[in-house]
């Protein structure tokens, strides 16, 4: 059977944390939510809150949350679901033993494959990126989209977003635009159509709902209520946190830490008290700022051990977690990329986070670049076989093929080789030629290597259709939405 994703499973693991530093930061959180509080502008959130033992100021909009209330929503999250895909082939489980790769988002620009110029991006390129995701095996699911469709209507951008990634994969899609509740039942409406009906949706759920909150202490009103339409559907959400170390966060990492576990507990709270049992996820991505821009530091060494870190402390409540890794804050596929890249990518494995988020973008999540996609997936391969260790058993040990072989042999034409040749790392665009061979190539390099692969795959590769009609119902769906949310700006 063909594999389509390839999923890392650790077998190295680094602990950031002790037990007792988990589990004080834990209180540190419970005190800020009892003491501090948290705002969520939505009168809906408010209800919820309230009917469940929650202390509400309605004219601030804040909410002081006691930890019996957290314990208690928190033990009805599952601790382990599936990602279903339009392909069952392509469906994985969320167990808290794999890894799982996704592309990253959400820019604005587009780094054109045939010009190189950088232009913004458009739902071509979301088609596209998802073509691309759809044919890399490190690619797990298709996030984001990867860039908006700036050439669509803003009112009505979420749902052609998502209309263009379902089509460019038939993985798992995961979503960050879907920003008000109206457009939550749309986007469920779309997706719907896909599966075979709303029912047939919450069995096998082939999208889910990442949000962002308003650090610190501070959610959006579209993004809670777009969750709660979402939870109630069986739709996977999560939230994301990106609180920055000395701006909206503490200077201390512990501290930028408990501001992370703040903003992402109070949310997955309200969706268990409204929703419990639905699927949710934790999800952050803590960041430093560039003392020198005042700018996020992408890659920086405080970015890597903080994700690592907050995937430790999730552990403690034993349910799904995503990690934002990657993200460098370098404008072009080079150096400086490959340091931010790898060292994120690493230490977050080595905490085993559910998901990895993700491949592929530049400049602090600004600008695609199919290339970098294609380089970051190397990566990932080289993080895999690095964290999978060393099997040892009977056959690995290779004490008879030893003991053929002898002093001075040759293990070249053993069997043993021949079966074990698999298990060697091999690479896709990384450069291994002799200096006269790379001089003889015009010195291309892994970027050159790349740029052909994406454009071989772009060129060549198609997704596994839709049915006969499906295309022309959802676009019929799209034109609907436009002139109801026209209408309704009037």
């Known amino acids: 059977m063909k594999e389509f994703i390839k999923p890392i499973k650790p077998k190295l693991r680094l602990e950031f944390l002790s037990e007792e530093d988990v589990h004080r930061i834990h209180e540190a959180a419970l005190t800020v939510m009892q003491e501090a509080g948290v705002r969520f502008p939505s009168p809906e959130a408010l209800d919820i809150l309230q009917a469940h033992g929650c202390e509400v100021d309605w004219e601030t909009e804040v909410v002081k949350i006691p930890p019996s209330v957290v314990e208690k929503a928190m033990k009805t999250a599952p601790s382990s679901y599936t990602m279903a895909a339009r392909d069952p082939a392509k469906d994985f489980v969320l167990?808290?033993?794999?890894?799982?790769?996704?592309?990253?988002?959400?820019?604005?620009?587009?780094?054109?494959?045939?010009?190189?110029?950088?232009?913004?991006?458009?739902?071509?390129?979301?088609?596209?990126?998802?073509?691309?995701?759809?044919?890399?095996?490190?690619?797990?699911?298709?996030?984001?989209?990867?860039?908006?469709?700036?050439?669509?209507?803003?009112?009505?951008?979420?749902?052609?977003?998502?209309?263009?990634?379902?089509?460019?994969?038939?993985k798992h899609v995961q979503t960050e635009t879907i920003i008000s509740g109206k457009m939550a039942e749309y986007c469920v409406e779309l997706a719907s159509m896909v599966v075979g009906g709303k029912n047939k949706l919450r069995e096998r759920p082939i999208f889910s709902?990442?949000?962002?909150?308003?650090?610190?202490?501070?959610?959006?009103?579209?993004?809670?209520?777009?969750?709660?339409?979402?939870a109630r559907y069986g739709i996977p959400t999560g939230f994301m946190p990106v609180p920055m170390s000395c701006t909206t966060a503490p200077a201390t990492m512990a501290g930028n830490l408990v501001v992370t576990l703040?903003?992402?507990?109070?949310?997955?709270?309200?969706?268990?008290?409204a929703e419990p049992g639905a699927p949710v996820f934790f999800a952050a991505a803590p960041a430093t700022i560039d003392l020198r821009t005042g700018t996020h530091a992408g890659g920086s060494p405080e970015d890597c051990i903080m994700g690592g870190a907050f995937s430790q402390i999730c552990d403690y409540y034993d349910i799904p977690v995503s990690i934002g890794i990657m993200a460098t804050g370098s404008k072009l596929p080079d150096w400086q990329a490959a340091v931010d890249n790898v060292m994120s990518t690493l230490a977050a494995v080595l905490a085993c986070p559910d998901m990895l988020t993700g491949a592929g973008i530049l400049?602090?999540?600004?600008?695609?670049?199919?290339?970098?996609?294609?380089?970051?997936?190397?990566?990932?391969?080289?993080?895999?076989k690095t964290v999978e260790g060393i099997e040892v058993n009977d056959e690995?040990?290779?004490?008879?093929?030893?003991?053929?072989?002898?002093?001075?042999?040759?293990?070249?034409?053993?069997?043993?080789?021949?079966?074990?040749?698999?298990?060697?790392?091999?690479?896709?665009?990384?450069?291994?030629?002799?200096?006269?061979e790379w001089e003889a190539a015009e010195r291309a390099g892994a970027y050159e290597k790349a740029t052909e692969m994406a454009r071989d795959i772009l060129t060549n590769h198609q997704p596994e259709p839709l049915e006969e009609g499906l295309i022309e119902e959802m676009d019929r769906l799209i034109r609907s939405v436009q002139e109801e949310v026209s209408k309704a700006s009037r």
């Open 363 to 384: 400049a602090g999540s600004r600008v695609l670049s199919y290339q970098q996609v294609i380089m970051d997936c190397e990566i990932y391969s080289i993080v895999k």
């Open 262 to 273: 703040v903003d992402v507990l109070s949310a997955l709270v309200l969706l268990q008290l």
């Open 396 to 436: 690995t040990l290779a004490v008879s093929v030893i003991q053929k072989v002898g002093p001075g042999g040759n293990y070249l034409a053993e069997r043993h080789t021949l079966r074990h040749l698999g298990d060697l790392w091999q690479p896709t665009v990384v450069d291994r030629t002799a200096y006269n």
């Open 95 to 170: 167990d808290g033993e794999h890894c799982y790769l996704s592309t990253d988002g959400y820019g604005s620009e587009v780094y054109d494959l045939d010009s190189g110029r950088k232009r913004l991006s458009t739902k071509r390129d979301i088609y596209d990126s998802a073509r691309l995701a759809d044919r890399l095996e490190a690619i797990a699911f298709y996030y984001g989209p990867m860039i908006s469709a700036e050439d669509v209507d803003p009112s009505v951008r979420p749902l052609h977003e998502l209309h263009a990634a379902l089509l460019g994969t038939s």
């Open 209 to 230: 709902v990442m949000q962002c909150t308003m650090d610190p202490l501070e959610h959006d009103r579209g993004a809670l209520e777009a969750s709660l339409v979402a």
